[in-house]
């Protein structure tokens, strides 16, 4: 079945211009296009597009997702690149992961000190319990 771009970009939340975007930038290289330059866009180029925006959630560059493309397409002598490359967004990912979860210590340290300061009035009384300062000293190094 053939879709219009905007029919895809209703079905994927899409907005139509970065559709368009997508496209100038190298990313859509498999869409059709009718004898009137209408685009048609095809099952498997909707699931692309989730592709695409499941590696730009990620953090990987436009260019590092066209380069993907691109081998994809060059066939099986690129498998050894591809297969280097989502395992070099994997460490990425995961260092990510690492940073987010320091800050959402950090985040629900101050929401158990500002807890306490609330329950006592102050927040210099709460900052001075043996638990927070060794918290604070973990997680902030002073």
Partial sequence: MGYSI????????????????YE??????FIRKTSSGLRVFSDDD????GMIECLKATGMPLKGIKQYI?????????????????????????A?????????AKIQYK??????????????KAQQEPEFRAARLRLFGH
């Fill in 111 to 124: 929401i158990r000190l500002y807890d306490a300061a609330v329950k006592q009035g102050s927040l210099d």
């Fill in 70 to 94: 691109d081998w994809y397409h060059q066939g099986d002598s690129t498998l050894s690149q591809r297969l280097a490359m989502f395992q070099q967004q994997e460490q990425n990912i995961k």
């Fill in 6 to 21: 905007g029919q895809v970009a209703k079905k994927t939340g899409l907005s139509v211009h970065t559709l368009r975007y």
């Fill in 96 to 104: 990510k992961m690492q940073e987010l979860n320091t800050n959402l």
């Fill in 46 to 49: 909707i699931n692309w597009l």
């Fill in 24 to 29: 100038k930038e190298g990313l859509l290289p």
